[in-house]
Each structure stands twice: as structure tokens, then as C-alpha cells.
Nanobody, 124 residues
Framework: QVQLVESGGGLVQAGGSLRLSCAAS????????MGWFRQAPGKAREFVAA????????YYADSVKGRFTISRDNAKNTMYLQMNSLKPEETAVYYC?????????????????WGQGTQVTVSS
């Protein structure tokens, strides 16, 4: 069982930056591949980025490549998403998710655990 808690969301102007955190409970955080997803009102949940359980490999949605950076600190049971050059259309609730296994996972349906989400609002 893993419990996930996101933080770091808020209101930012277009072009600004935010750093999201996802704190995980339990002692097996390093056993889980992790991902970030987002969901805007009236839209489907969208993959943003994912990272392997040991942090040696990452994958990004094309729309965020070069602007977002996913990372993790297994000693702190925490994953991060550094978001730069934010755009108004990226306003959404951002969720972190955990999937037991050694791969990178980009399909939201395979994830085992989800956080409650954190709101990111980008003003124009």
C-alpha cells in the first residue's frame, strides 16, 4: 500500500515556474515506477512525465519536453516535477501516481495508486 500526497500547486503567470512534489508513504517507494498526469476541466486525464523506480530513465509527453523535468529522491520517498515556461492551457489538476515494477509507465490505467491532486492555474 502506498499513499501519495501532492503539493506545490498554485497560481502562476504564463512563462512562470512551479515545482510540484509527491510525497509517498511506506518503505517501498523505490519499488515503484512513478508518473505525473494532469486533467483539465472537461478533458481526459493526460500523461505528463514518468520515471523509473531507480530514477535512471525518464519519459515526457511531447508537449512538455524541454520545459518540465521529473525527478525523484528515493531516500526522501519523494518525486518532483519542475515546470518551467508554463502556458495557460496547462491549467489543470496535476496528479502523481505509482505503479509497482521496473519499467516506465505512460498509460494511466496501469497505475496502482494515485494522489488527490494539486491545482495548477496559469494566468495569461
Amino acid at each position: 500500500q502506498v499513499q501519495l500526497v501532492e503539493s506545490g500547486g498554485g497560481l502562476v503567470q504564463a512563462g512562470g515556474s512551479l515545482r510540484l512534489s509527491c510525497a509517498a508513504s511506506g518503505r517501498t517507494f523505490s519499488s515503484y515506477g512513478m508518473g505525473w498526469f494532469r486533467q483539465a476541466p472537461g478533458k481526459a486525464r493526460e500523461f505528463v512525465a514518468a520515471i523509473r523506480r531507480n530514477g535512471d530513465s525518464t519519459y515526457y509527453a511531447d508537449s512538455v519536453k524541454g520545459r518540465f523535468t521529473i525527478s525523484r529522491d528515493n531516500a526522501k520517498n519523494t518525486m518532483y516535477l519542475q515546470m518551467n515556461s508554463l502556458k495557460p492551457e496547462e491549467t489543470a489538476v496535476y496528479y502523481c501516481a505509482a505503479k509497482s515494477g521496473s519499467y516506465i509507465y505512460i498509460e494511466f490505467k496501469v497505475y496502482d495508486y494515485w494522489g488527490q491532486g494539486t491545482q495548477v492555474t496559469v494566468s495569461s
